[in-house]
Every structure is written in C-alpha cells, then in structure tokens.
C-alpha cells in the first residue's frame, strides 16, 4: 500500500503546487499507515528530488523523460502503471492543465473514483469523504469515494506544507511498458516570461474596466513588483485585448486562491468574484462607494486607482 | 463531419446556491438553469464547423427531463438532433460513462464539450471519455480549425499557450474565444420543436457520491481605510492580516 503523488517539474525544480500535494499526500499516508511515494517526470538531480523528503516523501520514483505537456498519455501512463506497481489506494495531483488531464486518464484506466478541487485532507472515519469546492467556490460538497484506488486533484491551499527534515531515496524508474502514441504533435509553446506565475501566486494584483486602457497598466504593475505579486483582469480587459487571455480571472477565466487579492477598478460582479472567492484576503479599490466588490472584501478603499497604486506602490518601497 | 456535443445543464452564473433536505439536495427553487457557458462555445464551434464542412451535429446531455428545455435550445441554436441519457448526473465517472458508452456505437470525428461544467466545476468528463473510447483529450481548447483528418489547435497552459496538431477523432474540452456564442433565431426555435430528441435508459454506476453540501463561512464586514490614509493599508496587510 502506499500514496503515490504526481509531482511536475519546472526548470529542474518542483513545481510549488507540487510541494503542497506532495505534503497533503505524507499527511494522507500518515493517517493510512502507509509511504508517501512520489513520481518525478522530468529533467532534474538527485539532489533536489532526494530533499523532497523534507515535505514527507519517502521515495521518488524518478523517469527521466523529457515530454512535453501535450504529451499527457505518455505521462498518465506512466502514473497509472506506477500506481498498479506501488499498489496505490490513494493518488494525490496539484490541480492544473497537465495534473487534471492525467488525474482524468488515470482514473478511468483503473476504473478509481476522481475528485478534484479537493480542499481539505480526506475522512477515514466512515469510508473516505473528501470536501471539494463546487459552484466555482460558492459551495462544497463532501463526496464519499466507493473505490480501492481513490484519485484526488487538490486545490491550492488544501494544506498548508511545513518542512520537516527528511531525505527521500531517489530511485531511477521506467514504466513496465511504453505509451501508445497518440499523434498529438506540440507545435509551438507561447509563454509569457512574467515574473510570478498566476495560478501559483500569493499575491495577486487584478485590474478592470477602471484602468480606462492598456497603456495605463504600469501602475498596476508597479504595485505588482513592489509586492512581488502576479497580475491578473477581468474578462472585459482579456477581451478588449487590453491583457492576454491566461490573466483573465473568473467564471470563464482562471480560478485563483491566494493569500491576498487587490482588485483595482472591477466592479465585482459574480462572475468575477467566482474566479477569486477562495481568497484569503481580498482588497478592493473603487472609485465607486456602491461598486458590489467592496461585498466580499475584507478591506476597502473607495478612491481613483491613478492616485491610489502609485501611493500604496510608494509606501511598500 | 459527425461532431457530438456534450452539454451539462447548470445553474445561470447568477443563481443563488442553496440546498435542502438537510443539505443533501441542491434547491432548484427559483433557480434558472442553462446550458454550461463553455458548453455553448462548443456548441457554437460546432455548428460553425458544420457549416464550413457539412455534416452533422448531435447534442448530448446526462440528466433528467428537467434539461429539455436547455436541449431544445441547442437544437434552436443549429444542431440537428438530441439525445438525452435519463439519469441524474451523479459524477464525473456516471457522466462519462454514458457519453463513451453512446459514442462507441456512433463514431463521432469529434466530442466537444466545455473545458469544466458549471455546478461540479471538475474539468475531468472530457479526459476521462477520451481514455474509455482510447482517443486523445485536449483540454482547455481555444482555437481550433480542421482540414482533412488533421485538426489544428491551441490550448491555454498556465501562463501562455500551446499549439497543437492532432488526428481526428478527438475529445476537446473548448473555451473562449473558440467561437461567439450563437443566439437562437426565430426560425431555429420553430424547427427544434420538431427535431427529434431520443431520451435513452443509463448503463452502470457512479463510484463516488454526495454526503452532503455546504456553504462557505459568512464574510465578515469590510473595513474602509479613508482615502488619505491609503498608506496604512500597508501596515494593516503586514500586521493584522498577516499576508505580506
Ligand atoms: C456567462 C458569463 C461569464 C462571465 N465570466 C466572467 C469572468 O470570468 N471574469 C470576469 O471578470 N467577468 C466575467 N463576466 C463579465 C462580468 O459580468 C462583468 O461584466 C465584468 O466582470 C466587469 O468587468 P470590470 O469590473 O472590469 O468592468 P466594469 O463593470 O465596467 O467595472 C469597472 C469598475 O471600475 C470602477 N472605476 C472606473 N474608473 C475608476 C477609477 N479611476 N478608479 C477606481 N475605480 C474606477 C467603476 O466604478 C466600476 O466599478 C461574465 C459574464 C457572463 C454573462
Ligand atoms: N451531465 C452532463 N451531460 C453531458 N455532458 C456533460 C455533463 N456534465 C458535464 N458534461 C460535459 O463535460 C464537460 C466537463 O465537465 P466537468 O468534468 O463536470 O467539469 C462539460 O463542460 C460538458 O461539456
């Protein structure tokens, strides 16, 4: 028996979103008497990998492949014959493209119950229950999981990781077999070279309709650097063309969960507040005193972005 | 082109959630149900394919007759015919049971659906028909033009885009600005209520069920920092709510 986490590398490192699965899936193991065991596709070393045990790891099976992330047979492939091998009950994914693909081709090669948006540790105490997040954050739903192998997709800040000092043994792996080839071809792979990456982020800058333009986006992302903060907009602003289509928050747009949301110039309407109303802390600045936003902040101020980013960003420098 | 188009019927983007029965069943009470935004861009993407290459578009749904009225304006919208698996959708591994059990015995070049469902939000049904039927699933699609057998796509991944070439028949799950969502003209609404919609008996189980729902904590009352005092803000964030 073990848990098995599908960990995505970046540049050689663990992704952050990795590090918590990896923690949620030593806290599953700990309440199911059974090792953390962690499967690490990718380019990277020994080293890096071997200090994943400060988040639980036990293990690290390690392919040294280097696909790319259209390649998601491949990689649920290898995952589902890692978990025939290891005996898997429990396979833990940090949600994201790749991790959710492969979670949804796993769990029908081995016929496992899947759930994603998974918020909290799973209940032992009649069966397993998850808590997932549902209605784009407006509910959860406590599911119960029928099956041996049970596949989770957990959402950012399902745990929170503390490291504790540890060494996994990484041990060099291949699948029992190779992956059909499915004909998917990667053609080009466009990525914008910002700083902090947005669904990873802890802190979020977002602006909207307020800003009047593209051409006044510095202030926005002056306030951004000062906090070291990702930027995001609303969908009128990606479909203005104002910001590229992957900033756009919402119920069409990126769902996004971090400690803190400023939100600059949006008028909060509810399609919008579904992409970030799993914030921690949300701040809203709006010339309008009756803008919906300052509804579900926790602090606000009720002024002109072109006075108040420039001051905030003055005042963290 | 046969193109199949799985559509969830959901609760409008403004609905008021709220459950009943000891919070065991969400309280469809005063609640407007539509199809799933990312599913109507499948839809429109479809009907638009149809036009450029002929063919046919079916519409699929997993649900009770509640949904027909969300599946007649599908039809109203430009597909042909409909049909409905009579069974509640009770998860992800139930719905796409149905949907691969369906197209494994009309061969489809494409299944299109939307990136994630409104009310479950799971973003795995597209992912989950692609591995039963052994085709490949690309998901979240934003463009996507076909010549021949070759379908050319991009997708977004966090932080940009991909694009991608893959051979028909394919599983993917659409979002903006695949297409402009389609409004049903007077014509298309006339000729739906004779289009036929075959309802179908479900096969197998769900493999995992809802205990029960609940709604997130009350958000306490905001606090307003007066305009000429927006510095303190900074200290507020530092010290009392702990985030920076
Ligand atoms: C099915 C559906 C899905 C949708 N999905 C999304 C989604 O995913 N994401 C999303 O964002 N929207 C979505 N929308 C659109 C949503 O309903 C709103 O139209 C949108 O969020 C409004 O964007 P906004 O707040 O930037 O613009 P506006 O509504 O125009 O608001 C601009 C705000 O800026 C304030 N402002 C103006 N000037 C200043 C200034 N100088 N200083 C300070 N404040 C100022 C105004 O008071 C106003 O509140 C969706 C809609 C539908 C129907
Ligand atoms: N009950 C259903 N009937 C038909 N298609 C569905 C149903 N539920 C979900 N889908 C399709 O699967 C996509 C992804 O749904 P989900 O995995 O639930 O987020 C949706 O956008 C729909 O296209």
Redesign the pocket.
Known sequence: MSVLVFAELENGQVKKSSIEAIYYGALVAKATQSTAKVLAIGASNSDTLSQLGNWGASEVLWLQETWDSAQIAAYAHALADAVAQEQSAFVIVAKSVLGDAVAASVAAKHKAALATNVVALPDHAAGVTVKRSIYTGKAFATVKLHTAVKVLSIKKNAVTPEANAGVAEVKHWQPSSNAANTGIKLVATHKASSTVALPEADLVVSA???L?GPENWGIVEDLAKALGAATA?????SDLNWRPHHE??????LKVAPNLYIA?????????L??VNSSKVIVV????PE?P?FKAADYGIV????E?LPRLTKALQ | MKILVCISNVPD?TAKISFSDGDTKFNKSGVQFICG?YDDYALSRAVELKEEHGGTVTVLNVGEADADPVIRKCLAIGADDAIRVDAEPSDSYFVAQQIAHIAQQEKYDLILMGRESLDFNSGVVHGLVGEMLGIPAVSPVMHLTIAGNTASLTREIEGGKQEIEATLPLVLGCQEPIAEWKIPSMRGIVSARTKPLKVVAPTGEALSTVEKYALPPAKGAVKMIPVEQVESLVDLLRNEAKVL
């Open positions: 909207g309709r307020g009047k907009c609303s969908k009128p602003v756009h928050v919402g119920q069409t747009g600059c110039g949006i008028s909060g309407a509810i399609q919008h579904a992409g600045i709006n010339k309008d803008a936003f002024g002109d972005v072109f108040v | 983007t935004p």
